[in-house]
């Protein structure tokens, strides 16, 4: 619940900071960053101020880390009068007071930071100290102080202006994470060694017209679409699911048609670009806070497309299935990815990913993890990109003598694996499908432990 506080409160609250930041001084006789949120109006703490705060902490940790500064003491204060941070921290105050502005002028959200920097003696090193000019007004782009002081601006004018840059970051921070960890998904899935028939770190496995370089190639060209993807699941999150994933289908043309202008016309990632841009929707749809619970994340990812296998597949006949998938769902009723996508991916949720987590558990590595888990999910769902490279009876021989694989060890070692990949390129099998399906398995493992 938002509370707004009195002139009073924010007087005392500004004492209280005072005699706070002069006792830690007197004690630790080091410089102190002192971190507080600009926010004009008489509310200072909402769930979205606060979380502008923790990006505010996190920036200046990240920059700290990468110097190898270290923080000697931190505490903070979160209170109705707003978040208070303080680090003590035994470096050059001019140097730290460089950093800070780095931070507040670098992002827009930075314009709601303020980043004190305290000499042990408790006076404030100013911006003209490091060759900067004084801060910008949130509205005009003004000196903030003379705006301050002529009251240009209302306060309902500040307060909305606040909120929407307080708005705009979380969604940029939130886009810009997923469609991170969806690269590096696409890019783990590649360098998974040796997967039996596909590209790998070691070679081309069944394919003659790609490697290892034409895939990092497309997933350098995907990460927009996934941060895209990510954006259009949250402006869209107050309305029906399907309404999300029927505005995503120009956008995944556009993916596709960037994946062929830089693999020269090769099909690397138009399974991953169908499935990992809907689960990106998916998280924009969400809470941040629910991106770590595979079950929420594939569940909306079934209710974004419910009813698709009918509507895709509904008037095929004979006579004008032309696509493999059309003819095997006419034929021998598999949905493929369609399939797996409506119902919520069972074959990541209930075997691909308990596979790779299991794995990791016991100690492997997340190559072999990995490896383990492409294994399970050829059994686990209708490869059609196999099936279409081969026939439908030579996948079920694959996939039986898979799983007889799987019994004797769900982790297979190298020499198996070779052995696999000597025999899928023999009969040209390449399961694509299973290998975009480890890459969702990657990315929600991703999701569980990085978010």
């Given amino acids: 619940m938002e509370y707004q506080v009195t002139l009073t409160e924010m007087l005392n609250a500004r004492e209280r900071r005072f005699a706070w ?6 004690q630790y006789q080091i410089p102190m960053v002192c971190f507080t949120m600009n926010i004009a109006g008489p509310i200072k703490k909402s769930p979205l101020i606060q979380k502008g705060f923790e990006l505010g902490k996190r920036y200046l940790k990240e920059q700290l880390d990468s110097l190898h500064i270290q ?69 005009c782009g003004d000196p903030a102080r003379e705006c301050a002081r002529s009251r240009a601006h209302t306060v309902e004018q500040l307060q909305a202006k606040t909120k929407e840059i307080l708005m705009h970051a979380m969604e940029k921070e939130n886009s810009d994470l997923a469609a991170r960890l969806a690269c590096k998904a696409l890019l783990y899935e590649v360098c998974t060694t040796p997967k039996p028939g596909l590209v790998d770190r070691e070679g081309n496995g069944s394919h003659k017209d790609m490697n290892i370089f034409t895939f990092m190639d497309s997933a350098s060209t995907l990460w927009p679409y996934f941060q895209s993807c990510t954006q259009i699941g949250r402006r869209t999150a107050d309305f029906p699911a399907k309404h999300t994933f029927l505005l995503l289908r120009s956008y995944g043309r556009k993916a ?16 991953a670009i169908f499935s990992i841009g809907i689960l990106c929707a998916a998280l924009g749809r969400l809470p941040r806070e629910q991106w770590g619970h595979p079950d929420i994340v594939l569940k909306e990812c079934s209710a974004m497309t419910e009813g698709l296998v009918e509507s895709d597949f509904s008037g095929l006949t004979k006579e ?40 990791l558990s016991q100690g492997l590595d997340i190559n072999r993890a990995g490896c383990g888990a492409l294994l399970a999910l050829i059994t686990a769902a209708a490869d059609t990109n196999m099936i279409a490279r081969t ?27 070779h052995q696999l990949d000597l025999e899928f390129i023999e009969k040209n099998l390449s399961p694509g499908g299973s290998a975009d399906l480890l890459a969702v398995c990657y990315l929600l493992y991703f999701l569980e432990t990085e978010v």
Wanted: aromatic fraction near 6%; proline fraction near 4%.
């Fill in 256 to 271: 596709e048609a960037d994946m062929f202008s830089a693999t020269k016309g090769i099909n690397t990632h138009k399974g």
């Fill in 391 to 417: 026939s439908l009876a030579i996948w079920q021989e694959t996939v039986s003598q898979v799983r007889d694989i799987l019994a004797e060890n769900p982790y297979p070692g190298t020499e198996i694996l």
């Fill in 320 to 359: 004008n299935a032309v696509t493999m998938g059309q003819k095997l769902y006419l034929n021998h009723g598999i949905t493929g990815i369609r399939g797996q996508m409506e119902a919520g991916l069972p074959a990541v949720k209930d075997v691909g990913l308990p596979a790779l987590k299991k794995g």
């Fill in 21 to 26: 930041q002069k006792r830690l001084l007197t």
């Fill in 71 to 139: 923080y000697v003491y931190y505490e903070e204060i979160c209170e109705s009068t707003g978040n208070e941070a303080c680090y003590l921290i035994n470096a050059d105050p001019i140097f730290l007071k460089e950093i800070t502005c780095s931070i507040e002028d670098s992002s827009e959200i930075g314009r709601l930071f303020d980043m004190d920097v305290l000499k042990p003696d408790g006076k404030k090193v100013d911006r003209f100290e490091v060759g900067l000019s004084p801060r910008r007004c949130l509205i």
